[in-house]
């Protein structure tokens, strides 16, 4: 079965760093497209960042610069790199990716979420 499962989440203060990790497991070919999505208190769930394999990226305006988000093929893993958090980045944090089962299938699947709050 198929799951993503996410780490890294956690409390930091404005202006501070975290990294989350996603792994990818369970009857995988390979992967197209990995990226974060994530959720406020009260908002719609939003794209974050997105990792195209072949090397292509976008990122929402509101992190471009601060944000970066990168790939290990090989791990079937993605990663975020958060600096200078501010308060506005408090979400729960969700994986997505889409990816070739070995049934074989496409299959567009979410992970669990981690939370990421900013505050002092």
């Not at 988000?69 to 975020?80: E, F, G, P, Q």
Request: hydrophobic share 35%; with cysteine.
């Amino acid at each position: 079965q198929v799951q993503l499962v996410e780490s890294g989440g956690g409390l930091v203060t404005p202006g501070g760093s975290l990294r989350l990790s996603c792994e990818a497991s369970g009857g995988i070919l390979s992967i197209d497209a990995m990226g974060w999505y994530r959720q406020a208190p009260g908002a719609q769930r939003e794209l974050v960042a997105r990792s195209i394999r072949g090397g292509g990226t976008n990122y929402a305006d509101s992190v471009k610069g601060r944000f970066t988000i990168s790939r290990d093929n090989a791990k079937n893993t993605v990663y975020l790199q958060m600096n200078s958090l501010k308060a506005e980045d408090t979400a729960v944090y969700y994986c997505n990716a889409n990816l070739l089962t070995t049934a074989p299938r496409w299959l567009e699947v979410w992970g669990q979420g981690t939370l990421v709050t900013v505050s002092s």
